[in-house]
């Protein structure tokens, strides 16, 4: 099992590792996955999933993993400080963050998406993201030993799609803040990337995901859909020693 370099070998586990949006889906998968890489796995969610985040946290234990959950909503400066800085007290270091919170947006063409949801989707989505980059980079410039920051972006971040105006423009959005963020951190060891998944099978397909999964098994040049487990795996690798020399895309 390889350690960070980034880590003090005094250590007993690989690294502490922050997940928001852990409740469900991608984000769970990417804790759990963590956590059995090794790493102690602080988890984040908002307050209408606590229970699943207790769910998580019990989990992790049991596997024998380090866990403490952090209800927040990342769209909130205070917040999300507050809770960087109460992992970093809980566990003592913050050495990767996953800001894997967000939400789809609704589904409408531009004429008919009001201001407010635009912001909704943008504040979670976009905002949220760089709250977590610069809170994470805050704590991992002052540790003085780099840093792995993970983003969620997605192909809605490379292609735009109708009906999609929000969540495309969030998402696009993460691209270039993750671009931005890598060349600003690359200097303190700290590697930002994303990841740009297509359609991936989770509970935020709603009661659409049949027909979703039907159209996209399709079109796609697998004649599949993804799973959480496909991205977690990617995270793994991202946030691995044989990924030290890789920033600033989104895969």
């Not at 606590?50 to 952090?70: H, N, P, R, W």
């Not at 009001?114 to 993201?129: I, L």
């Not at 040049?221 to 990924?243: C, Q, R, T, Y």
């Amino acid at each position: 099992m390889h350690r960070l370099p980034l880590l003090s070998v005094m250590s007993s586990s690989k690294g502490v590792v922050l997940v928001t949006g852990a409740a469900q889906g991608i984000g769970r998968s990417i804790a759990l996955r963590l956590a059995d890489d090794g790493f102690d796995v602080a988890v984040n969610d908002i307050s209408n999933n606590s229970e699943k985040l207790d769910a998580l946290v019990s989990e992790i234990q049991e596997k024998g993993g380090a866990s403490s959950k952090y209800v927040a909503d990342v769209s909130q400066d205070e917040q999300v400080k507050t809770m960087v800085d109460d992992v970093v007290t809980r566990h003592g270091s913050l050495d990767v963050m996953v800001a894997n919170a967000g939400i789809t947006g609704i589904v409408a063409p531009l004429t008919e998406i009001s201001a407010d949801e635009w912001d909704k989707a943008m504040n979670v989505n976009a905002r949220g993201t760089f709250l977590c980059y610069k809170y994470a980079g805050i704590q991992m410039i002052k540790q003085g030993r780099g840093g792995r920051i993970i983003g969620a972006s997605s192909t809605a971040g490379k292609q735009g799609f109708a009906t999609h105006g929000s969540y495309c423009a969030s998402k696009f959005a993460v691209r270039g803040l993750t671009q931005a963020a890598a060349l600003e951190f690359g200097p303190h060891g700290i590697t930002v990337n994303a990841y740009a998944p297509g359609v991936i099978d989770t509970p935020i397909l709603g009661a659409a995901r049949d027909t979703i999964v039907e159209h996209y098994t399709k079109t796609s040049a697998l004649k599949k859909i993804g799973v959480p487990e496909d991205i977690s795996a990617l995270v793994s690798f991202l946030v691995s020693k044989e990924a030290q020399f890789i920033t600033g895309t989104a895969s």
